[in-house]
């Protein structure tokens, strides 16, 4: 029978790295803004997993629409946002439906 001496000692004679429990990197959100008919960062960097909000803060309605239509914000109105998961490692060229010369790339590594 252990007392609670014995477990004590059992637990502090561990190596310190037993006693960490391994934790995955929580996701993050980015933000691309549509303004002044561009994407703004045009380039975006981002982790496996990580989300990113597109928010409209121009006058005209704009989208991000992937160059191979695997994702579409859909139209989004001044002031209006959506956000897209990108689960995969990749490189994500979108545009906007309505303004061709309005162009991003999503980096995922």
């Given at each position: 029978?252990?007392?609670?001496?014995?477990?004590?000692?059992?637990?502090?004679?561990?190596?310190?790295?037993?006693?960490?429990?391994p934790q995955s990197a929580a996701a993050a959100q980015h933000t691309v803004r549509m303004q002044s008919m561009r994407f703004?960062?045009?380039?975006?960097?981002?982790?496996?997993?990580?989300?990113?909000?597109?928010?409209?803060?121009?006058?005209?309605?704009?989208?991000?629409?992937?160059?191979?239509?695997?994702?579409?914000?859909?139209?989004?109105?001044?002031?209006?946002?959506?956000?897209?998961?990108?689960?995969?490692?990749?490189?994500?060229?979108?545009?906007?439906?309505?303004?061709?010369?309005?162009?991003?790339?999503?980096?995922?590594?």
């Amino acid at each position: 029978m252990l007392t609670r001496r014995h477990t004590l000692k059992a637990i502090f004679s561990l190596p310190a790295f037993a006693l960490l429990t391994p934790q995955s990197a929580a996701a993050a959100q980015h933000t691309v803004r549509m303004q002044s008919m561009r994407f703004s960062p045009s380039q975006l960097r981002i982790k496996a997993g990580d989300t990113v909000l597109f928010e409209n803060k121009g006058t005209m309605e704009h989208t991000a629409t992937a160059r191979d239509d695997s994702w579409d914000t859909g139209n989004l109105r001044r002031g209006k946002s959506a956000s897209i998961t990108f689960p995969d490692k990749g490189q994500f060229k979108y545009v906007c439906r309505w303004h061709g010369s309005m162009t991003g790339t999503i980096i995922v590594e």
